[in-house]
C-alpha cells in the first residue's frame, strides 16, 4: 500500500536557523516524489519534486531509497518560507498522488 | 490560459441534502484528481480520472459519493445526503498526463454542513 507520513504537524524555528521537514514513505516499486506548499491564502503548488534533482527557493530534498525518506531541507530559514508543507507520491504511471498530512511551518522572527 | 477552476467557492448547507462541487482542469490537462482537505488531516484523496475514466475511486468515503468526468473536461463531485463530517474544503488538482505529474490545484469549495 502506498503511504505518506509526515510526523511532524508543526515546526517552529527561529528566522536564519536551518529547517528540516520529515517525509516517510511506502512504496513496493520506485516512486516519484514531491514537496508541495501551501502559503497563506494561495493554492496548492508545487515546490520540487525528487527527479528534478534542484533547489527552489533554498529548499532541496534528496530522495533516500534505503530509508525511504525524502526530507525538505533549508540551511537558513526566511519568514517567507512559513506555509504549510505536504509531502506527495506518485506510483505507477496511471495512478494517483497520495499526500501526507502536512507540516506546518513557523518562521520567528 | 487560465488555471484549475472550482465552484462554487464556499457552500453552506442542511444536512440531508444532496451538493454538487464543480472543476473545471487546465485545458488539455487528461488526468484530474479530487482531495478533501481537513483541520489536521492533510489532504484526502477522493478520486483520480484519466480522461473521462476512473481508475482509481478507492478514496471515496461512502456511496454517498460520487464523481463524473465528460468531455474529458469538467469533473463534478456529488455528496448525497450530506452530513456535518462532509464539512471540510474540496480541492481539484489536474495534470498534463499521466507521465508529465506536476498537479496544478484549483482554489477549492469550502463546504459547511449545517
Known amino acids: 500500500a502506498q503511504r505518506v507520513t509526515q510526523p511532524e504537524k508543526l515546526l517552529s524555528v527561529f528566522k536564519g536557523a536551518p529547517v528540516e521537514l520529515k517525509c516517510n514513505y511506502s512504496?513496493?516499486?520506485?516512486?516519484?516524489l514531491f514537496w508541495y506548499v501551501q502559503y497563506s491564502r494561495q493554492r496548492l503548488q508545487l515546490l520540487l519534486r525528487?527527479?528534478s534533482r534542484e533547489s527552489i527557493k533554498g529548499f532541496t530534498a534528496d530522495l533516500n531509497k534505503g530509508e525511504t525518506s525524502f526530507h525538505l531541507k533549508k540551511p537558513f530559514a526566511q519568514e517567507e518560507d512559513s506555509a504549510m508543507y505536504y509531502c506527495a507520491l506518485k506510483g505507477s504511471s496511471a495512478s494517483k498522488i497520495i499526500f501526507g498530512s502536512g507540516t506546518r511551518l513557523s518562521i520567528r522572527p | 490560459g487560465a488555471g484549475v477552476s472550482q465552484s462554487p467557492s464556499n457552500k453552506v448547507t442542511e444536512k440531508g441534502k444532496d451538493v454538487e462541487l464543480r472543476c473545471d482542469p487546465i485545458s488539455g490537462h487528461t488526468a484530474l484528481y479530487w482531495y478533501r482537505q481537513s483541520l489536521g488531516q492533510g489532504l484526502e484523496f477522493l478520486i483520480y480520472f484519466q480522461g473521462n475514466s476512473a481508475p482509481d475511486k478507492s478514496g471515496l468515503p461512502s456511496d454517498r459519493f460520487s464523481a463524473e468526468r465528460t468531455g474529458g473536461s469538467v469533473s463534478t463531485l456529488t455528496i448525497q445526503r450530506t452530513q456535518q463530517e462532509d464539512s471540510a474544503v474540496y480541492l481539484c488538482?489536474?495534470?498534463?498526463?499521466?507521465?508529465?505529474?506536476?498537479?496544478?490545484f484549483g482554489q477549492g469549495t469550502r463546504l459547511t454542513v449545517v
Open positions: 512504496y513496493s516499486g520506485s516512486p516519484e
Open positions: 488538482a489536474s495534470s498534463l498526463n499521466s507521465v508529465n505529474t506536476e498537479a496544478f
Open positions: 525528487h527527479i
